[in-house]
C-alpha cells in the first residue's frame, strides 16, 4: 500500500491521538511489537513522542498500528467508498444474522437509528437485482464494527462466520448478543449481551452505551453525537443529546465550534430550555 503524504499524516495524526492516553510502559510495548524505535532519555510528552518514533515508519506499519488502537484505516485508504445504504455522518454497524430472524434485524436496525448508529441488514439493504456477495463485502469493508444475533443454529449459515472472519481481519470491535446460543471459537472472546426476551429498543440502547464507550468506538462515536446533536429537529432530542456531550471523555477541538453554531442555526437547540447554556458551559469546559 502505497500511501500518499497526506494520508500518512493523517494516519500518524490518528496513532499519535490514540497512543497518547496510554502509560509510557504500554507506549513502548506497542512501538516494539511493531518494529518501530523508542527511547528512555525524552524529556517531552507522550504526544510528541509518538510523533517522533513514527515519523519515518513504513506505509504498512503505520497501517498496521492504526488498526492495532482502533482507526478505520479504509476511512483514509478508501475515501471513494461511500455506499448508499450508509446514513451520512452516522456510525456504521454491520448486523451479522440468520435469514430467518431478518425481522428482528430490521426492528433492532430502526430502533439504531435514535442513537446516530445506521445499521446495515442483508435482507432488508440489498435489492434483488444486486449480486448479494459484492454488496457484503462493500458493507464489510465499509462497516465501523460488526454484532452478531446469535441465534441458535447462527454457525451453521453460509455467511454469517465468514462476516465475523472478515470484521476479525479488519481487527473491528465485534459483539455478539445471545439469542440461545452461546458464543463459540473466536466469538467467545467479543463482548456479549443478552438478548433473549429483550425489546430491539432496549439492545439498541445497551450497543449505544457500549460504542460510547468502547476504547476502539469512542473517538468516532463522540463525531457521531456531535452531528446528532446538530441535526436535533426537537427541543426534546437537543436537550437529550447535549446530554450525550456531556459525558464525553474524547473531545476535537472542532467540536467547540460546531455546537455553539448549532446553537445559534438550530431553534430546537436554541429554544430547548437550559441547552444553549448548557452548551456555554461545555465549550469552557473543554477550551
Not at 463485502?137 to 449459515?157: G, K
Not at 469512542?218 to 463525531?223: D, F, G
Request: hydrophobic share 45%; proline share 5%.
Amino acid at each position: 500500500m502505497a500511501l500518499p503524504a497526506t494520508q500518512r499524516i493523517k494516519l500518524i495524526k490518528e496513532i499519535a491521538d490514540r497512543l497518547q492516553v496510554e502509560e509510557w510502559p504500554l507506549v513502548d510495548i506497542t512501538l516494539s511489537q511493531f518494529k518501530l524505535p523508542t527511547s528512555e532519555t525524552w524529556g517531552g510528552n507522550k504526544l510528541t513522542y509518538v510523533l517522533e518514533m513514527i515519523k519515518s515508519a513504513s506505509d504498512e506499519s503505520l497501517v498496521e498500528l492504526a488498526q492495532h488502537v482502533g482507526y478505520l484505516v479504509e476511512e483514509v485508504a478508501k475515501p471513494g467508498i461511500d455506499p448508499p445504504f450508509w446514513r451520512k455522518r452516522m456510525f456504521r454497524l454491520f448486523i451479522s444474522h440468520l435469514a430467518k430472524e431478518k425481522i428482528f434485524a430490521a426492528e433492532l436496525q430502526e430502533a439504531l437509528l435514535a442513537y446516530g448508529i445506521s445499521s446495515f441488514v442483508a435482507h432488508n439493504d440489498i435489492k434483488p437485482t444486486l449480486e448479494w456477495q459484492t454488496q457484503i463485502e462493500t458493507a464489510l469493508a465499509t462497516c465501523d464494527s460488526l454484532v452478531a444475533l446469535l441465534h441458535p443454529d447462527f454457525h451453521r449459515s453460509n455467511w454469517t462466520d465468514q462476516e465475523i472472519g472478515f470484521a476479525m481481519g479488519r481487527g473491528l470491535p465485534t459483539f455478539a448478543i445471545r439469542f440461545g446460543q452461546d458464543p463459540y471459537g473466536f466469538i467467545g472472546r467479543f463482548q456479549g449481551f443478552t438478548g433473549a426476551n429483550k425489546p430491539a429498543e432496549a439492545l439498541a440502547k445497551e450497543l449505544f452505551e457500549a460504542y460510547r464507550k468502547n476504547k476502539q468506538t469512542q473517538k468516532r462515536m463522540a463525531e457521531v453525537l456531535v452531528s446528532l446533536f446538530e441535526d436535533s429537529d426537537s427541543f426534546a432530542f437537543a436537550k437529550i443529546r447535549i446530554g450525550y456531550l456531556e459525558q464525553l471523555e474524547i473531545w476535537d477541538p472542532s467540536f467547540v465550534h460546531r455546537i455553539e453554531a448549532a446553537v445559534q442555526s438550530n431553534s430546537q437547540i436554541e429554544g430547548s430550555w437550559g441547552v444553549p447554556e448548557r452548551v456555554q458551559r461545555l465549550a469552557k469546559k473543554w477550551v
